[in-house]
Structure formats: C-alpha cells, structure tokens
T-cell receptor, first 113, second 112 residues
Framework: GEQVEQRPPHLSVREGDSAFIICTYTDSATAYFYWYKQEPGAGLQLLMSVFSNVDRKEEQGLTVLLNKKDKRLSLNLTAAHPGDSAVYFCAVSGLGTGSKLSFGKGAKLTVSP | EAGVTQSPRYAVLQEGQAVSFWCDPISGHDTLYWYQQPRDQGPQLLVYFRDEAVIDNSQLPSDRFSAVRPKGTNSTLKIQSAKQGDTATYLC??????????FGPGTRLTVL
C-alpha cells in the first residue's frame, strides 16, 4: 500500500520566517494531494488540495509544490506567525484507491514571537 | 454552513467497557469516514460509507469495532470491550463523492 513519509517531525521558526515541510510518497498512481493543519485538541483543518496536473499552488501565504518525478510534495509557509503553530499533515490518495487518504505522521511547527 | 459535529468530545473507560461515538456530517455530503489517530500519529482510516453502504472496512477490527450509517446521514462507531491499545482520538470526516474531506473535532478516548 501507499507509504507517506513526512519530515521534519518538529520545526521551530521565528515570527516572519518561512517554514518548510516535505512529504514523499511511494505510489506513482497517486493523484490527489492535501495539506491539513491540526491545532491542539481540534480536528484537521483543510489548508489546500492539489490534483496531480498541478506543479505549484499558492494561497494566502502558503505554497505547495508537487514533484511527481521524485514523488515529493512540499508546503512552504511564508512569514509565519504564532497562530500558525500547529501540527501539519500531508495526505494523498490515488485514482484507484477510492476516497482512502494516506497520511504522513505530521510535522509540529512552533512559531515564536 | 455547519461543519462535521461529533460527540462526545472525551471518553474515559476501563478495559472491557463499551463506548459509542456519534458523527453528524456536513449536510449534503454522501461519504462519511471514521479515522483513528493515535497520539503523535497521522489519522488512519477505519471505515467509510457512501450513503448507507460500507465501501471499505478492511482496517476495522471487526471483532470489537462496528460502524453503521443506517439512513445515509449520521453515523455511529462502537467499540465493544475496549482495550488500552484503543486509546486514541477518533475522527469523523465527510465529503461529497470523492471530493475534499472535512473533519470534525474528534473524540478523545482514554482506556485505563
């Protein structure tokens, strides 16, 4: 089955800096890519979704890059602020796997003032 | 528009006890998912429904876990005879067909 690796597991940045998170996946048929944010004690908030025909997507200070050749997905938060402190998860699914999402283990981001 | 709602938010049990979790998906979403999220891990799919039909329950421990969605709207996940290894957050999500999944706040289960 699909294996999703996410790194780093923890990262700390200062307010105004960028934070960069990478996920790699194994199944070349993977077609849908998602980034979620989870704050303490809360569910997962969908940040961005990308289909496999898109290499780059930017929304509200977030940039997602997709490199299908290397099976790599990344999330860049520009100008992070303390409210961005949370755990970030990537999730992927394939055309042949129905709606089943495979998640990474998460990256805990801490943004200090 | 109301999001996915779940209850209870917290549950604490002794081993061997039973517990039920309830989920109300976003109105109009035909697909409903139950995930288990152990501490410091990503969510793992247990089961999902399209309308009232189970589409995939291959990861549901069938001897103690059961899930239903009888009218294709709300859903209940039940654990019979809970074990300490069931300690986790149980998340419900919904989507329209195979679109983006939206998650509820989860139920945090502790089995002592």
């Amino acid at each position: 089955g699909e294996q999703v690796e996410q790194r780093p597991p923890h990262l700390s940045v200062r307010e105004g800096d960028s934070a960069f998170i990478i996920c790699t996946y194994t199944d070349s048929a993977t077609a849908y890519f998602y980034w979620y944010k989870q704050e303490p004690g809360a569910g997962l908030q969908l940040l961005m979704s990308v289909f496999s025909n898109v290499d780059r997507k930017e929304e509200q200070g977030l940039t997602v890059l997709l490199n299908k050749k290397d099976k790599r997905l990344s999330l860049n938060l520009t100008a992070a602020h303390p409210g961005d402190s949370a755990v970030y998860f990537c999730a992927v699914s394939g055309l042949g796997t129905g709606s089943k999402l495979s998640f990474g283990k998460g990256a805990k981001l801490t943004v200090s003032p | 528009e109301a999001g996915v709602t779940q209850s209870p938010r917290y549950a604490v049990l002794q081993e061997g006890q039973a517990v039920s979790f309830w989920c109300d998906p976003i109105s109009g979403h035909d697909t409903l998912y139950w995930y288990q999220q152990p501490r410091d891990q990503g969510p793992q799919l247990l089961v999902y429904f399209r309308d009232e039909a189970v589409i995939d329950n291959s990861q549901l421990p069938s001897d103690r876990f059961s899930a239903v969605r009888p009218k294709g709207t709300n859903s209940t996940l039940k654990i019979q005879s809970a074990k300490q290894g069931d300690t986790a957050t149980y998340l419900c999500a919904s989507s329209f067909i195979r679109g983006e999944q939206y998650f509820g706040p989860g139920t945090r289960l502790t089995v002592l």
